[in-house]
């Protein structure tokens, strides 16, 4: 009768031991919910809460010992940013860290999904990184930058400073930004400034530096604009990394004071490149004294390609999504689509160099807008009525973001 008693006993332990082990792993987990109110697809959409958040829930996480699962146990990509370079953390309790970051493809009529935060054994593996800058002091400062879809670069003060006697310096004086079409997913930044300027201004299979910028806004650049006449920065004078991959990375460039039509202003802009997007986010804020409001406008060259393209450009200046678009069908180097999403635009406007889109500004309080571009020979956008489509749809996520709720499970 006591053996049987005590084989009961055992009996009943194992399946109370593999509860209690069940519940303290579903302890260990932290649940997001997401969702949205478009019925179109939302590749890429990029999803970001707290580091506190995951810290309260689950106390003393590693960032390299978490996985971030969908609903079908998919492990997904991730990144956790930084508060500050070089942040202490001397109790364990993840004050040193930003926000836990990641991506989910939502389908069409997929309006809602669930993820989950889990604390693991095992060490988180190494993601592919999908968005990369940095500062390059071997091409006279640029600044380049770049994701899985796209790469942009812009110029630092080296390349404005004049050429010593006898040198072949190029000189440019210019805060417009550039464009790099790429071919392939894989960062190509630093294979192409090894490779040489020749060999980045032709296709070798990855793609190429074929957009033109000069003086001009290039895709994107600003100014303050007085009606009239379009006052711009000189080339950025610093730059910070904030966060780098492997899923987005953040940056700001910093424009010393210059002058517009007697008042002076500075520029901050802080760009954000999420991977999967041939848009990227760009927050300005100028800094001046005097006027309550400057207007700003945000330009595209008007004269974009090489020489001996022949370009055949179509302009579109959208009111509904407010955007203003290029395609250029050119003669060997096929067809590219740029375009600025600025959600508060005020009108359009033109000078010798850029088409332009406005917004009126006021000191110290940033302005967002969008910019971005594609070639027909490396995405699916492949006529300017295709580019328009992604336009808007770029438009309409920006105007429905995402929700985001989460919980202890």
Same mark, same amino acid.
């Given at each position: 009768?006591?053996?049987?008693?005590?084989?009961?006993?055992?009996?009943?332990?194992?399946?109370?031991?593999?509860?209690?082990?069940?519940?303290?792993?579903?302890?260990?987990?932290?649940?997001?919910? +997401?969702?949205?109110?478009?019925?179109?697809?939302?590749?890429?959409?990029?999803?970001?809460?707290?580091?506190?958040? +995951?810290?309260?829930?689950?106390?003393?996480?590693?960032?390299?010992?978490?996985?971030?699962?969908?609903?079908?146990?998919?492990?997904?990509?991730?990144?956790?940013?930084?508060?500050? &370079?070089?942040?202490?953390?001397?109790?364990?309790?993840?004050?040193?860290?930003?926000?836990?970051?990641?991506?989910?493809?939502? /389908?069409?009529?997929?309006?809602?999904? +669930?993820?989950?935060?889990?604390?693991?054994?095992?060490?988180?593996?190494?993601?592919?990184?999908?968005?990369?800058?940095?500062?390059?002091?071997?091409?006279?400062?640029?600044?380049?930058?770049?994701?899985?879809?796209?790469? !942009?670069?812009?110029?630092?003060?080296?390349?404005?400073?004049?050429?010593?006697?006898?040198?072949?310096?190029?000189?440019?004086?210019?805060?417009?930004?550039?464009?790099?079409?790429?071919?392939?997913?894989?960062?190509?930044?630093?294979?192409? $400034?090894?490779?040489?300027?020749?060999?980045?201004?032709?296709?070798?299979?990855?793609?190429?530096?074929? $957009?033109?910028?000069?003086?001009?806004?290039?895709?994107?650049?600003?100014?303050?604009? #007085?009606?009239?006449?379009?006052?711009?920065? /000189?080339?950025?004078?610093?730059?910070?990394?904030?966060?780098?991959?492997?899923?987005?990375?953040?940056?700001?460039?910093?424009?010393?004071?210059? #002058?517009?039509?007697?008042?002076?202003?500075?520029?901050?802009?802080?760009?954000? +490149?999420? /991977?999967?997007?041939?848009?990227?986010?760009?927050?300005?804020?100028?800094?001046?004294?005097?006027?309550?409001?400057?207007?700003?406008?945000?330009?595209?060259?008007?004269? &974009?390609? #090489?020489?001996?393209?022949?370009?055949?450009?179509?302009?579109?200046?959208?009111?509904?999504?407010?955007?203003?678009?290029?395609?250029?069908?050119?003669?060997?180097?096929?067809?590219?689509?740029?375009?600025?999403?600025? &959600?508060?635009?005020?009108?359009?406007?033109?000078?010798?160099?850029?088409?332009?889109?406005?917004?009126?500004?006021?000191?110290?309080?940033?302005?967002? $807008? $969008?910019?971005?571009?594609?070639?027909?020979?490396?995405?699916?956008?492949?006529? #300017?009525?295709?580019?328009?489509?992604?336009?808007?749809?770029?438009?309409?996520?920006?105007? !429905?973001?995402?929700?985001?709720?989460?919980?202890?499970?």
């Amino acid at each position: 009768m006591k053996q049987n008693l005590k084989q009961t006993l055992r009996l009943l332990a194992i399946p109370l031991a593999m509860l209690a082990a069940g519940l303290a792993s579903a302890a260990d987990k932290l649940t997001i919910q +997401v969702s949205h109110d478009l019925n179109a697809a939302r590749p890429s959409e990029t999803i970001t809460l707290p580091w506190s958040e +995951v810290n309260k829930a689950l106390p003393g996480a590693l960032i390299q010992r978490i996985a971030v699962k969908d609903a079908k146990g998919k492990v997904l990509a991730h990144q956790v940013t930084n508060i500050a &370079p070089l942040s202490k953390d001397p109790k364990g309790e993840g004050i040193a860290y930003g926000e836990l970051i990641f991506q989910y493809d939502f /389908a069409p009529g997929e309006k809602q999904a +669930v993820f989950s935060v889990e604390k693991i054994d095992t060490l988180v593996p190494v993601f592919e990184s999908k968005a990369y800058g940095r500062y390059i002091p071997e091409r006279l400062d640029d600044f380049a930058w770049e994701n899985d879809k796209i790469g !942009h670069r812009t110029y630092g003060p080296a390349l404005e400073a004049p050429a010593p006697p006898g040198s072949n310096k190029e000189v440019l004086r210019s805060s417009g930004l550039d464009i790099w079409f790429k071919r392939v997913p894989y960062s190509i930044v630093d294979r192409w $400034y090894n490779k040489g300027h020749d060999h980045y201004h032709k296709d070798e299979g990855e793609g190429m530096d074929m $957009y033109n910028v000069g003086r001009s806004r290039g895709c994107g650049g600003t100014g303050i604009w #007085d009606g009239q006449t379009l006052y711009t920065s /000189a080339n950025y004078s610093t730059w910070k990394v904030i966060a780098n991959g492997p899923v987005r990375t953040v940056f700001e460039l910093s424009y010393s004071n210059w #002058d517009a039509a007697g008042v002076k202003v500075s520029e901050v802009k802080r760009f954000t +490149v999420d /991977a999967g997007h041939y848009f990227d986010q760009i927050e300005s804020t100028f800094t001046f004294a005097g006027p309550a409001q400057l207007k700003v406008a945000l330009g595209l060259n008007k004269t &974009p390609t #090489d020489k001996g393209q022949n370009p055949v450009i179509k302009l579109a200046k959208n009111q509904s999504n407010p955007s203003l678009t290029q395609w250029v069908d050119q003669s060997s180097n096929g067809s590219i689509g740029t375009a600025i999403i600025l &959600p508060n635009a005020e009108g359009y406007a033109e000078d010798k160099l850029n088409d332009m889109i406005l917004a009126t500004v006021s000191s110290d309080k940033p302005l967002r $807008y $969008y910019v971005g571009a594609a070639w027909d020979r490396a995405s699916p956008y492949n006529s #300017d009525e295709k580019w328009q489509a992604y336009v808007k749809e770029t438009a309409e996520r920006m105007q !429905h973001p995402i929700k985001i709720s989460i919980g202890k499970s």
